[in-house]
């Protein structure tokens, strides 16, 4: 079965510091990576996708991810916090040979003023 | 405006009453999916549909039907509910599976 981890179901930064928020998959096969956000009693929205093109994804609101393959990695970042990036982070994966979703079981950001 | 919307937002039942929550997407999405939501496990898929007609089974099946008669319809069924089924419920649809899913704003499920 395909598994995907989010380490740290709680990460809380101040303003403008860096955020980062981990996600490692397992998979043999080469994977669709995705990240989004879900902000308070809302859906979930696509922040970025990773399809087999470059391997640094740049997405909305200021975050990218790099994907790693010798890490099973696919962590993102942003360089400087802001107050409106708080919201539970999910990092998802697909497989090019399947046609299910996995997601991971998510991250609350805090941002500190 | 391109949306997926889910009817109802909220609903309480007792165990064993036979529900439907209904979703529907004006994008003309192939792909549709249905998670569901708890606390510390994430997002679950339940179901999913390649197209009309095409439905198959996520990685919580139990307890749950699908159907896609049209392609813009892709109604949960629970034929009788139990309390594990207490949840927040999530219809998403995308032109493909490999595209963006956009997902709507989401069902709370309480079964007492």
């Known amino acids: 079965a395909q598994s995907v981890t989010q380490l740290g179901s709680h990460v809380s930064v101040s303003e403008g510091a860096l955020v980062l928020l981990r996600c490692n998959y397992s998979s043999s096969v080469p994977p669709y990576l995705f990240w989004y956000v879900q902000y308070p009693n809302q859906g979930l929205q696509l922040l970025l996708k990773?399809?087999?093109?470059?391997?640094l994804v740049k997405g909305i609101n200021g975050f990218e991810a790099e994907f790693k393959k010798s890490e099973t990695s696919f962590h993102l970042t942003k360089p400087s916090a802001h107050m409106s990036d708080a919201a539970e982070y999910f990092c998802?994966?697909?497989?090019?040979?399947?046609?299910?979703?996995?997601f991971g079981t998510g991250t609350s950001l805090t941002v500190i003023p | 405006e391109a949306q997926v919307t889910q009817n109802p937002r909220y609903l309480i039942t007792v165990t064993g009453k036979k529900l439907t929550v209904t979703c529907s997407q004006n994008?003309?999405?192939?792909?549709m999916s249905w998670y569901r939501q708890d606390p510390g496990l994430g997002l679950r898929q339940i179901y999913y549909?390649?197209?009309?007609?095409?439905?198959d089974k996520g990685d919580v099946p139990e307890g749950y039907k699908v159907s896609r008669k049209e392609k813009r319809n892709f109604p949960l069924i629970l034929e009788s509910p139990s309390p594990n089924q207490t949840s927040l419920y999530f219809c998403?649809?995308?032109?493909?599976?490999?595209?963006?899913?956009?997902f709507g704003p989401g069902t709370r499920l309480t079964v007492l």
């Open positions: 549909s390649m197209n009309v007609e095409v439905t």
């Open positions: 994008m003309n999405h192939e792909y």
């Open positions: 998802a994966v697909s497989l090019s040979t399947g046609n299910q979703f996995y």
């Open positions: 990773y399809t087999s093109a470059a391997t």
């Open positions: 998403a649809s995308s032109l493909r599976w490999v595209n963006e899913q956009f």
